[in-house]
């Protein structure tokens, strides 16, 4: 097992690191946690695992990434210390995920942020979200099974594109108060089950009109639907028992408020 430890000093404003692939990396566990930092996160290349560059303001902010390889996992952890609470400072960071490899990741927000998981492997996705605004999209199917999705916030707002593209098995999402949009279209193949949680929310659902759904709400303040058929608390689309995917769903919602619609 090898491990290393990179922490920048603070005498500049640039932090740039690249994590190499190597022959015997078979999946990396991919921590992000960069306080106070606007971030982006994109596909990279398959000389890489990770590589990452962050603009920032060494009195706000101090970056730092850790690392180490054992039986053919590789797990990063890259991270920032914040000096003060303000998420309005312009510190900034792009982070690069190979394409080549599964990765299992877990990613917080604090400031704006925008990820883009097309064309990468994602074995896991845990994504945990701050204050600022979240915009996460995927435009092609994910080459491998995505086990499970789990999406979390407190007051946050978050806007997706292509959720289904992930073929994931599991997938869960719990917001406090906020705003969302749970773009759920994409490829499905068998069964993916979905449990959603809202507290005082406004969300979003978006539908893939290829795929069978079948979704029971309890506890919704309002909720309206088009182009389901509804019974007592249950919704199910037209098609649903006679697609080769299928998508079920439980909704569970506090004052929130909840609209059901097809992709236009």
Same mark, same amino acid.
């Given at each position: 097992?090898?491990?290393?430890?990179?922490?920048?000093?603070?005498?500049?404003?640039?932090?740039?690191?690249?994590?190499?692939?190597?022959?015997? *990396?078979?999946? =990396?566990?991919?921590?992000?946690?960069?306080?106070?930092?606007?971030?982006?996160?994109?596909?990279?290349?398959? @000389?890489?695992?990770?590589?990452?560059?962050?603009?920032?303001?060494?009195?706000?902010?101090?970056?730092? !990434?850790?690392?180490?390889?054992?039986?053919?996992?590789?797990?990063?952890?890259?991270?920032?210390?914040?000096?003060?609470?303000?998420?309005?400072?312009?510190?900034? =960071?792009?982070?690069?995920?190979?394409?080549?490899?599964?990765?299992?990741?877990? %990613?917080?927000?604090?400031?704006?942020?925008?990820? *883009?998981?097309?064309?990468?492997?994602?074995?896991?996705?845990?994504?945990?979200?701050?204050?600022?605004?979240?915009?996460?999209? %995927?435009?092609?199917? @994910?080459?491998?099974?995505?086990?499970?999705?789990?999406?979390?916030?407190?007051? =946050?707002?978050?806007?997706?594109?292509?959720?289904?593209?992930?073929?994931?098995?599991?997938?869960?999402?719990?917001?406090?108060?906020?705003? =969302?949009?749970?773009?759920?279209?994409?490829?499905? @193949?068998?069964?993916? *089950?979905?449990?959603?949680? !809202?507290?005082?929310?406004?969300?979003?659902?978006?539908?893939?009109?290829?795929?069978?759904?079948?979704?029971?709400?309890?506890?919704?303040?309002?909720?309206?639907?088009?182009?389901?058929?509804?019974?007592?608390?249950?919704?199910?689309?037209? @098609?649903?028992?006679?697609?080769?995917?299928?998508?079920?769903?439980?909704?569970?919602?506090?004052?929130?408020?909840?609209?059901?619609?097809?992709?236009?």
């Amino acid at each position: 097992m090898t491990s290393i430890l990179i922490i920048i000093l603070l005498i500049g404003t640039e932090f740039k690191e690249n994590i190499p692939y190597r022959k015997g *990396d078979t999946r =990396a566990e991919v921590e992000i946690k960069l306080s106070g930092c606007k971030l982006a996160i994109k596909k990279g290349n398959e @000389n890489s695992i990770l590589s990452t560059y962050i603009s920032y303001d060494k009195e706000r902010i101090s970056p730092n !990434m850790e690392y180490k390889r054992e039986k053919g996992v590789c797990r990063i952890r890259l991270s920032s210390e914040q000096k003060n609470n303000s998420i309005f400072g312009k510190d900034s =960071a792009v982070v690069y995920l190979a394409p080549h490899i599964p990765l299992s990741l877990r %990613i917080y927000t604090s400031s704006e942020s925008r990820i *883009d998981l097309s064309s990468i492997k994602v074995g896991k996705l845990h994504l945990v979200l701050g204050i600022g605004n979240t915009f996460l999209s %995927i435009d092609e199917s @994910n080459p491998i099974t995505c086990e499970e999705i789990r999406i979390y916030g407190n007051i =946050a707002r978050l806007n997706t594109e292509g959720l289904g593209y992930l073929n994931f098995e599991r997938f869960y999402f719990d917001l406090n108060a906020g705003m =969302a949009t749970l773009d759920m279209t994409g490829v499905y @193949n068998g069964r993916s *089950d979905a449990e959603i949680k !809202m507290g005082i929310a406004t969300l979003t659902l978006i539908l893939p009109p290829e795929t069978g759904i079948r979704l029971k709400t309890k506890g919704v303040l309002y909720t309206s639907a088009e182009g389901l058929i509804r019974k007592d608390n249950w919704y199910t689309s037209k @098609n649903f028992g006679r697609t080769d995917g299928e998508l079920l769903m439980h909704i569970y919602g506090g004052l929130g408020t909840l609209k059901i619609m097809y992709k236009k």
